[in-house]
């Protein structure tokens, strides 16, 4: 079951120091370059991924092909891509260690929900950290006592 309550939401998000956010933009319109931006101010290590624009920098960050040329401990995959993407983008998150897997408002997809928690990691579905951050009144990290 795909975590619902404020508590697990917020140790979901009090736990994590860095985020891969999958289909990140470099358009300003987008929503994905507005939470990626939130999130950096909210203290996190924010590494966008985005096939379309390797390479390239959003918000100060190199711009990842995939997940797993990050190379580094990511807490929690962000994903903002359709529900139908979303089986092969959890299979990576399992493949590299990721804690959680965090789909955005809309996405959905039981089964790779199901999938990653038997591996171990924790899931948020059909939810913005954004919005999350705000309602439940979370400090930044490194503020958090």
């Known amino acids: 079951m795909p975590l619902s309550r404020d508590e697990d939401i917020a ?6 120091r860095t985020i891969a956010l999958v289909g990140a933009s470099d358009r300003p319109d987008r929503a994905s370059y507005g939470v990626m931006k939130f999130l950096q101010n909210q203290g ?10 390797t390479g390239e920098h959003v918000h100060g960050e190199y711009v990842w092909r995939e997940l797993a040329q990050i190379g580094e401990q990511i807490d929690i995959v962000d994903i903002f891509m359709k529900s139908e993407t979303v089986g092969p983008i959890v299979d990576d998150a ?17 089964a790779a929900a199901a999938k ?13 950290p954004k919005i999350e951050i705000a309602r439940l009144g979370l400090k930044p990290v490194g503020e958090q006592a």
């Not at 260690?97 to 039981?110: S, T």
């Open 11 to 16: 140790e979901v998000l009090q736990g994590a």
């Open 44 to 53: 996190y290590r924010v590494f966008p991924v985005n096939p379309r624009i």
């Open 94 to 110: 399992i493949a590299v260690g990721a804690k959680a897997v965090w789909m955005q408002l809309g996405v959905v997809d039981e």
């Open 116 to 128: 990653a928690e038997a591996a171990g990691l924790k899931v948020v579905m059909d939810h913005c």
